[in-house]
């Protein structure tokens, strides 16, 4: 929205290689951590992950729950 529609349709065709090419993927992370993208979806999974966990108070606590917690933190822990 913010950049030029040059820019727009550069990183559109970036990503669409990045499927097929490890160039490109490559390129492509480099521009997302250059841009700061990254750091700031790692920043946004993080508060929703611990929204989510705060909501678990209220699951009986059990396999269940313990689940949910697990994969909550494996998604804020992965790596790319």
Request: hydrophobic letters at 50%; aromatic letters at 2%.
């Amino acid at each position: 929205r913010g950049r030029p529609a040059r820019e727009r349709d550069e990183s559109r065709a970036l990503v669409e290689a990045a499927g097929r090419d490890e160039a490109a993927q490559a390129r492509l992370v480099g521009r997302l951590l250059a841009d700061g993208a990254l750091g700031a979806a790692d920043a946004a999974a993080r508060d929703e992950v611990a929204a989510a966990q705060a909501a678990l108070a209220a699951v009986p606590a059990g396999p269940d729950r313990d689940l949910l917690r697990t994969i909550a933190d494996y998604i804020v822990r992965r790596a790319l």
